[in-house]
């Protein structure tokens, strides 16, 4: 199948056709990027910093470049000048300094909470109380170059329907309390990042409102 042809079977089988596609090319080349790009998607994911860079630099620069990987604190003001949204935001270590980050650039840089809902072993993510702390924290309140504009997850990596289902609810119920909360003037809670190539059909049944799809547009990454 042609990049062209997933696409289009891709966006056929969408239970929300207002659900933002992002489109993983991390590892594809920036020709395979250009297909999709000439096919009008214009919202792209990487999850290393260095490609990013590489690949920013050569691509049109009306594309919307999304980090979705753990992102290092030290590599932040490599892509602050142009990243448009960070998935997978995990501490207040990080959030200072894509702040800071953002200052020198003179920009406000959208960003997402990643919430760990899965059942396995992960490193990254914070739990439902981590979350709390982190947004009552004094600190958060004076980031004015960053802007929270929702939380990111991802689910186990499992056939089982109802332990995904269950996963991506639980992320969708943890986003409307907060969201009900009363919340500091830089969060602006609207999107729900979650599903993949395997999951996002279900996701989208549980209220994501950004698929991240690698595999089902580009075919199997391989990994040199
Ligand atoms: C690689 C990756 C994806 C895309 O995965 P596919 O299964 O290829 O669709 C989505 N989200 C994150 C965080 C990823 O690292």
Not at 176 to 184: A, F, H, M, Y
């Amino acid at each position: 199948m042609s990049i062209k042809e997933n696409l289009l079977s891709l966006k056929n089988t969408f239970v929300n056709p207002h659900c933002l596609l992002v489109a993983v090319s991390k590892t594809h080349p920036v020709d395979a990027i250009r297909v999709a790009y000439d096919l009008g998607v214009r919202d792209f994911g990487e999850n290393k910093v260095q490609e990013l860079e590489e690949k920013q630099a050569v691509l049109p620069k009306d594309i919307r470049w999304h980090f979705i990987g753990h992102l290092q604190s030290n590599k932040v003001k490599y892509i602050a000048p142009f990243i448009y949204l960070i998935h997978g935001v995990d501490s207040l270590k990080l959030l200072t300094e894509i702040n800071k980050q953002a200052e020198k650039a003179d920009r406000v840089i959208h960003c997402l909470l990643q919430v760990y809902i899965a059942k396995e072993d992960s490193k990254f993510g914070l739990d439902e109380n981590e979350l709390e702390q982190l947004v009552q924290s004094e600190e958060i309140k004076s980031l004015s170059n960053v802007k929270i504009i929702g939380l990111m997850g991802m689910a186990t990596f499992t056939d089982k329907e109802d332990v995904i289902r269950q996963e991506f609810r639980f992320l969708k119920s943890i986003f409307d309390k907060l969201k009900s909360k009363e919340l500091p003037s830089n969060f602006d809670l609207k999107e729900i990042s979650m599903g993949m190539s395997g999951d996002y059909i279900i996701a989208q049944e549980e209220g994501s409102t950004m698929v991240r799809i690698g595999t089902a547009i580009f075919g199997e990454r391989e990994y040199k």
